[in-house]
Antibody, heavy 122, light 107 residues
Framework: EVQLVESGGGLVQPGGSLRLSCAAS????????MNWVRQAPGKGLEWVSV????????NYADSVKGRFTIFRDNSMNTLYLRVSSLRADDTAIFYC???????????????WGQGTLVTVSS | EIVLTQSPATLSLSPGERATLSCRAS??????LAWYQQKPGQAPRLLIY???NRATGIPARFSGSGSGTDLTLTISSLEPEDFAVYFC?????????FGQGTKVEIK
C-alpha cells in the first residue's frame, strides 16, 4: 500500500524557515517524480514544486521560486521541501504527491499524503 | 500561465442524478488534463487523467471528455459518497495549474 506521511509544519514568523519532510513507502520511490502541492485554508490547490525521480531536475511555481527548495533522498525514501523567506500568504496545508507516470515529471498526482500545516504569523 | 475556470461553482443535485462539471482553459491543454475529488479534511484523489482515462479503482460512473479548451467531468448517477469538491488540473505547460473547484452538494 502506498503511503506518504508529511511532517515538519508548524507556526513560523514572517521571514522564517522550515524543512518539510515526506516519508514514502509501498512503492519504488526512486522511480517516480514527486511533488509538493499546497492549499490555503478554505481555498483551492496550488502546485508548488516537482523533482524528477533521480533528483537531477526540479521545477517551481513562480510564487515560490528562489524561496523554496525541493530535494529528495532516495536511499531514505524521503522527499523534502525547504521553505524560507516565508510570508503570510504561504500559510497552507502542504501535501506531497506522487507522480502518476514513471516519466521525467510524473505529470499528475496519483497518491497524496495527509498534509502538514504551515502557518506564517507573528 | 494557463488559467482553468471551472463551472458551475456549486452544483446542487440529488443522489441518482447526473452531474456535469466543466473546466475551461485559457489556452489549449490538448488532452493533458486531470480531475480530482476532495472531501472535507481529506487529500485530493485522482479520478481521471489525460482527459478521459479513469485512474486505478475509480468507478465507471465517472467519465471525462473533451480536449483543447473545453473539458468535462461527468458523474452518471450520483452516489452519496460523490458529494465533494472537484478540481481540474493541467499538465500541458508550466506551471501546472488547477481550477478553482466545483462543489457538488446535496439538493
Amino acid at each position: 500500500e502506498v503511503q506518504l506521511v508529511e511532517s515538519g509544519g508548524g507556526l513560523v514568523q514572517p521571514g522564517g524557515s522550515l524543512r518539510l519532510s515526506c516519508a514514502a513507502s509501498g512503492f519504488t520511490f526512486s522511480s517516480y517524480a514527486m511533488n509538493w502541492v499546497r492549499q490555503a485554508p478554505g481555498k483551492g490547490l496550488e502546485w508548488v514544486s516537482v523533482i524528477s525521480a533521480d533528483g537531477g531536475s526540479t521545477n517551481y511555481a513562480d510564487s515560490v521560486k528562489g524561496r523554496f527548495t525541493i530535494f529528495r533522498d532516495n536511499s531514505m525514501n524521503t522527499l523534502y521541501l525547504r521553505v524560507s523567506s516565508l510570508r503570510a500568504d504561504d500559510t497552507a496545508i502542504f501535501y506531497c504527491a506522487k507522480g502518476l507516470f514513471t516519466s521525467r515529471w510524473g505529470d499528475y498526482f496519483d497518491y497524496w499524503g495527509q498534509g502538514t500545516l504551515v502557518t506564517v504569523s507573528s | 500561465e494557463i488559467v482553468l475556470t471551472q463551472s458551475p461553482a456549486t452544483l446542487s443535485l440529488s443522489p441518482g442524478e447526473r452531474a456535469t462539471l466543466s473546466c475551461r482553459a485559457s489556452q489549449s491543454v490538448g488532452i493533458y488534463l486531470a480531475w480530482y475529488q476532495q472531501k472535507p479534511g481529506q487529500a485530493p484523489r485522482l479520478l481521471i487523467y489525460d482527459a478521459s482515462n479513469r485512474a486505478t479503482g475509480i468507478p465507471a460512473r465517472f467519465s471525462g471528455s473533451g480536449s483543447g479548451t473545453d473539458l468535462t467531468l461527468t458523474i452518471s448517477s450520483l452516489e452519496p459518497e460523490d458529494f465533494a469538491v472537484y478540481f481540474c488540473q493541467q499538465r500541458s505547460s508550466w506551471p501546472w495549474t488547477f481550477g478553482q473547484g466545483t462543489k457538488v452538494e446535496i439538493k
